[in-house]
């Protein structure tokens, strides 16, 4: 493997770390590939004896570099986050190295404490997540840590990276799942993509669908339900619930018919769009969320986003009984949360301006700002958004607004909205940064609507540019 040599030089560095017995802090973020490579850093220092504390942070803001500093840390380990504050960390850390696959600016391309998939040359968006660098980074301390794959796969599917055919895993997220199959820890199967589909009745896990997100059916179980019935397909057999996985194949048909009749045709959503590679966890309980790893990424964001960082990571170091038990309840608070903004949303249509192919929602009073992106990526997998640009604010604290942009899978052109983030936080003192297809910033509230306006802007400007050049060639 090309890459080899990086994770190595990567892997001395700690090694020599742990030697010195340097007090180690690995900081990470806290959605579930956040989760996910922090506990394999940890684990993979753990491992080597070293003296060594994991903490997780919402984003790498000036204040969290400022607490960093003044920590009593001598090495720091960031994992998924930090690739736009670079100046920030090489003026106030000593000693540190960052793993990420967030966008990063050309300039810091060259620096020697940064591991990033854009510095692999690798597309940070799709080819590896914190989780899967993480990973190979760790496989290089020790061999043995090759019983960690199984969380590079969680948190690439977690950041939805599952963008190769049928929703699969690509380049160094591949490599990861490879060396997973490989040890027996992850095997595939190819099915309907719906949660729930070894473990839950079949009209939960339609109701449970969220990418595409269907007004009325999403969220609703009542309405899967009639559904289903409507259709003609039996629920139970001798009086138990059935799950999608016991479905026949003319049964699957009728389930993706009820979903496909609920988006326009304009939206060009097709039938390929809802079958995928599934990934099962083989040393997970086969009735466990955690043992399909799109739903153990959802379980982890979860408790991120609910404040049980903690429980999160205490399942992916190998915790489960009454932590599992916490974070399947976290779960079910999460999405209850979820379900009642996006009820809510359908109702405030003033919520949502449109403005060309940008949609800004104002999310103030409803959505707590932890709750924002993943409400974000919600909505913009909507029929009424999926070919738009979703640009959402809120209020986080007193005095800052939290933005969450993401790209709908059907928007016409190629956008680095991570860049466009960075660039207008950055004019109004705030923070920002990200992925081609989802981002977010930080910014003081006396500017948010000239925030969004210039997002907006940009955004139109740049799909604008980038379809003119398509008509030129
Ligand atoms: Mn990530």
Not at 442 to 459: H, L, R
Request: proline share 3%; net charge negative.
């Amino acid at each position: 493997m090309e890459h080899r040599q990086v994770f190595k030089e990567f892997a001395d560095i700690i090694e020599e770390r742990v030697e010195k017995r340097s007090k180690i802090l690995v900081a990470s973020h806290l959605d579930a590939d956040g989760l996910a490579s922090g506990s394999i850093l940890f684990e993979a220092c753990r491992r080597l004896g070293a003296n060594v504390t994991l903490r997780i942070y919402p984003e790498l803001d000036g204040r969290a570099v400022e607490e960093l500093r003044g920590s009593r840390y001598e090495f720091f380990i960031l994992a998924d986050l930090g690739s736009s504050m670079i100046a920030e960390l090489d003026g106030s850390l000593n000693d540190y190295i960052l793993i990420d696959h967030h966008v990063i600016q050309e300039a810091h391309t060259q620096n020697p404490r940064v591991l990033n998939a854009w510095k692999l040359g690798l597309d940070g968006g799709r080819d590896a997540c914190s989780s899967t660098l993480a990973y190979f980074l760790a496989k290089e301390l020790d061999h043995r840590n090759v019983d960690l794959s199984p969380l590079a796969v969680v948190g690439s599917v977690a950041d939805r990276q599952d963008c190769g055919p049928k929703h699969s895993l690509i380049e160094l997220n591949r490599l990861a799942l490879s060396d997973a199959m490989k040890a027996g820890h992850v095997s595939v199967v190819e099915d309907l993509l719906l949660p729930g589909r070894e473990t839950r009745p079949l009209h939960e896990s339609l109701s449970l669908l969220n990418n595409p997100y269907i007004p009325g059916l999403s969220g609703n179980k009542d309405a899967a339900y009639s559904a289903l019935m409507k259709a003609e397909i039996n629920l139970k057999v001798s009086g138990a619930w059935r799950t999608l996985s016991e479905l026949t194949k003319e049964e699957k048909s009728k389930v993706v018919e009820i979903i496909l009749s609920s988006i326009p045709p304009s939206q060009r959503f097709t039938v390929e769009q809802l079958i995928g590679e599934i990934y099962l966890i083989e040393l997970e309980d086969s009735l466990s969320p955690l043992r399909d790893a799109r739903e153990y990424a959802t379980l982890l964001n979860a408790c991120g986003r609910m404040g049980k960082q903690d429980i999160g990571v205490s399942v992916c170091l190998g915790n489960r009984d009454r932590y599992l038990a916490e974070a399947m309840k976290t779960l079910s608070e999460y999405r209850f949360n979820i379900n009642r903004i996006m009820q809510s949303l359908v109702v405030e249509t003033s919520r949502i301006s449109i403005k060309d192919s940008v949609a800004i929602l104002n999310g103030r009073e409803l959505i707590p700002d932890k709750l924002l992106g993943p409400v974000t990526s919600i909505v913009v997998s909507s029929p009424d958004y999926r070919d738009k640009v979703v640009v959402a604010l809120t209020n986080s604290g007193e005095k800052e607004v939290k933005v969450s942009a993401r790209v709908g899978e059907s928007f016409g052109s190629v956008l680095n909205l991570g860049a466009i983030m960075d660039e207008v936080a950055r004019k109004f003192g705030g923070t920002g940064g990200g992925h081609s297809m989802a981002a977010g910033a930080k910014i003081p509230s006396e500017f948010s609507e000239s925030f969004a306006n210039q997002v907006a802007e940009k955004v139109l400007n740049e799909s604008r540019a980038k379809i003119e050049n398509k008509v030129q060639k």
